[in-house]
């Protein structure tokens, strides 16, 4: 699977987590270099999300990258996983 914005792979795995149609990829294959800082911060039932937007060829995507620090019990398969937002393609 790959993550695409911006013309750009952000995320490649041979494997993801998928979970309410959304797929988290190993956050080792988030192309760091890619992120910048987010301050956003939101909860719900898999617990506290924290975020990260894209830059990529001079183009910022805002709190586009969100993942669990310490997921619920029920969603402990998302630890050490990211996911995306709009306007990033998953393809295969």
Known sequence: MKAIWNGTVIAESPSTVVMDGNHY???????????????????????????????????LLADAVWFYPDPAEGAAALKDHVAFTRGVQITE
């Open 25 to 59: 990829f190993p956050a080792a294959t988030l192309k760091r270099e890619l992120t910048t800082f987010s301050n956003h911060r939101s909860r719900n039932a898999y617990g506290e999300e924290q975020w990260l937007s894209l830059f990529v060829n001079g183009d």
